[in-house]
């Protein structure tokens, strides 16, 4: 095996809205790459990170009272942050880079005089539309009804004294690299890249702003800073130690890369990021894969749609490895797709809990009850039986390189179940409880039959290997695959486990999901988040139920408010008159001063329960009792009396 080298970049995050789900989809989507080039044993380096600068994450700090350096820490580092969630999903990305780190702002200044030095940026007024959710330049012809043609979101003028880059100096190299390689894939991109931006003519980009302040300074002209692509871009080549001596790796094969990226960022990567990597004279990068969106309702998930899904949520509750498989199985990488919590739980329950599940623990019990976990070597091939099952399982491995070295997972994934289920399929046609019947006379048969399932999980185990490393190991040890069983090169080799192997019927590797159950579950799991990010924490409701006549002997009244005063001695205590309809007051009494000032609370209608006994407080009768709604805030407690509408009359029943 040659060690060729493979670098491999999903882009880095931007820390300005929450992770969701399509975040996860691109990153687990490129670990799944480098997990693969690891497995046909090449060396790999991957990298992910996260793109800090720019003004939205200025202005996001700015509302949240905090420095922006401390607001992209806090969602970098901090609990359930960007770094622990590629912790959780087992993102195995050699190097994380941030925009803030101090070599790649000195890479970046560098980077940024270089061109400047060589002519392709130079000093002029930039005047036109910019998107700042998007932190993108556009120009009047470039807008789509007026809006960003990106998120579709209004755009503000801007005019300042700025920076360009020479982009429309490398607009034919941009067109050959485009249409006469496969540098851009999939090729639809490249038909919407040429039509969009290369034929109306590329025109040069404004590359620095100074009408703020959070980015990389331009070091030869302060009050400038680079543009937030720029410094964004490079980072797959500062990383990797260019214009900066933290690493020096840059010259040792590993670039150029291949870029796994967004279809709305591939403007980004396939026409800005060569064009600038043309001006240094450095190579373009070797691939940039376009895939699609996962979609909610046939929307884009945003936060401030309120439509995101929260990947902790979905991982916390089927498993990382589930929901890395569903990812990958469900979408079609280039495309975009449905998500839904109904398709993930159906995928879990039908490729992992039916098909795989129930392949490796039938086989594994099988081996347990009828040979007590160990084969005997005795064997009796049947040809007839068993070539179908065992050409299919040797022509996996190519079907599945071929899918994966084009980028398409997914593919490579149909692959592989069409094996399990053609080996689950191998179970009822040799029916081994039949064969048990008779050991004596089947013995070597149903040792075969057991063999070769054992086998086509192990290879399958194999494939799946970088969709699942967790789970595999598992199936690895349950069917007493030891690490040279585990290889790339042993997954076209037949028979590569011991002859007399030993199983171990372990845990379920993928339980069945009650769909209902989880649904309900998610919700809760959903609610209890938006609390916890919101402060707020509500009282759990009471599952034990109330019969409807013991309900309805509660008296809950509207209650006119005639006088409430403070009680004397008591910081908590309000005393209320009430009109309660019936022609005599009502005194109650209330320890909601906290809350309240007695006089703002005169005149109003409240809500009462009016036939509870009475009872004392400070010396003072207290004849029912008011409703409020309480919840905790912070840790700290709320209350709010429910406050009814002046039109109900006093005394009105509520029912
Ligand atoms: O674009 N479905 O960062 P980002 C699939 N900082 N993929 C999605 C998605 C969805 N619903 N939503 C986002 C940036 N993504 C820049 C990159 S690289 C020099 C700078 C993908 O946090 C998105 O397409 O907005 C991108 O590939 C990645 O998540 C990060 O998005």
Redesign the pocket.
């Known amino acids: 095996m040659d060690n060729k080298k493979f670098y491999v970049t999903?882009?880095?995050?931007?820390?300005s809205?929450k992770l969701?789900?399509?975040?996860t989809?691109?990153?687990v989507a490129t670990d799944v790459l480098a997990r693969y080039h690891r497995l046909l044993g090449e060396d790999v380096m991957f990298l992910t990170g996260t793109?800090e600068h720019g003004q939205k994450i200025e202005e996001k700090a700015k509302e949240a009272g905090v420095t922006p350096q401390e607001f992209v820490d806090r969602i970098v580092e901090g609990p359930r942050g960007v770094r622990d969630l590629w912790k959780l999903m087992n993102i195995s990305n050699d190097r994380f880079i941030r925009t803030t780190d101090d070599y790649h702002v000195k890479a970046i200044q560098y980077i940024f005089r270089k061109m400047h030095e060589n002519g392709d940026i130079y000093k002029g007024a930039y005047k036109g539309k910019y998107c700042t959710p998007c932190e993108s330049f556009w120009t009047e012809s470039q807008l789509k009804d007026g809006c960003c043609p990106d998120c579709g979101r209004p755009v503000k003028d801007a005019e300042e004294e700025a920076y360009f880059f020479r982009l429309s100096k490398y607009a034919d190299k941009i067109r050959d690299l485009l249409e006469n390689t496969d540098f851009l894939e999939p090729r639809s991109r490249v038909h919407e890249m040429v039509k969009n931006f290369i034929d109306p003519g590329l025109e040069d980009l404004c590359v620095s702003r100074t009408s703020f302040s959070w980015g990389v300074p331009v070091d030869f002209d302060p009050g400038h800073v680079v543009y937030v692509?720029v410094d964004?871009?490079s980072?797959?080549i500062t990383a990797l130690g260019y214009g900066n001596d933290r690493y020096d790796d840059y010259d040792k094969g590993w670039w150029p890369g291949v870029n796994i990226?967004?279809?709305?960022?591939v403007r980004?990567?396939s026409i800005i990021w060569p064009a600038m990597l043309m001006s240094l004279g450095e190579p373009a990068p070797k691939k940039c894969f376009g895939?699609?969106?996962?979609?909610l309702d046939g929307g884009?998930?945003s936060k401030s749609k309120g439509n995101v899904v929260d990947p902790y949520i979905l991982a916390e509750q089927f498993g990382v490895d589930a929901l890395r498989f569903f990812l990958m199985r469900t979408f079609p990488f280039g495309s975009d797709g449905n998500f839904s919590n109904e398709l993930l739980i159906q995928t879990i329950n039908t490729d992992l809990a039916n098909d795989l599940g129930n392949l490796v623990s039938r086989t594994t019990a099988m081996a347990g009850k009828y040979f007590g976990g160990t084969l005997p070597t005795a064997r009796s091939y049947d040809k007839e039986k068993d070539d179908e099952l065992v050409s299919l399982v040797l022509g996996l491995r190519e079907k599945y390189e071929d899918a994966m070295e084009h980028y398409a997972p997914h593919k490579a994934l149909e692959e592989i179940f069409k094996v399990i289920q053609r080996a689950n399929k191998y179970i009822d046609e040799n029916m081994p409880w039949a064969l048990a019947k008779d050991m004596e006379a089947n013995g070597p048969r149903l040792a075969s039959v057991l063999y070769h399932l054992l086998e086509a999980t192990r290879i399958c185990g194999i494939l799946l290997t970088p969709f699942m490393p967790q789970r595999m190991e598992k199936l690895f040890e349950q069917i007493g695959a030891e690490e040279n069983c585990r290889t790339w090169l042993s997954a076209s080799m037949w028979a590569a486990l011991d002859a007399d192997v030993t199983v171990t019927k372990g845990e379920n590797l993928f339980p069945r999901v009650d769909m209902d159950k989880a649904l309900e579950e998610l919700e809760a799991a959903v609610e209890a988040a938006r609390q916890a990010e919101s402060g707020v924490e509500l009282e759990p409701q009471n599952p034990e139920k109330v019969d409807f006549d013991t309900f309805c002997k509660s008296d809950f009244r509207a209650v006119k408010v005639k006088a409430c005063e403070a009680v004397k001695k008591s910081d908590k205590l309000l005393r209320f008159t009430l009109d309660d309809g019936t022609g005599t007051d009502r005194q109650i009494l209330s320890g909601i001063h906290k809350w309240y000032e007695p006089e703002t609370l005169v005149g109003k209608t409240l809500v009462a329960i009016v036939n509870l006994p009475p009872r004392k407080m400070m010396g003072l009768e207290s004849n029912g009792m008011l409703i409020s709604a309480v919840h905790k805030e912070k840790g700290e407690e709320c209350l709010h009396l429910l406050i009814v509408d002046d039109a109900i009359p006093a005394g009105a029943k509520m029912c």
């Open positions: 999903t882009p880095i995050y931007y820390p809205d969701h789900i399509g975040h989809y691109c990153t793109d692509w964004a871009l980072n797959y990226v967004g279809k709305e960022i980004f990567h895939h699609g969106w996962l979609l884009k998930m």
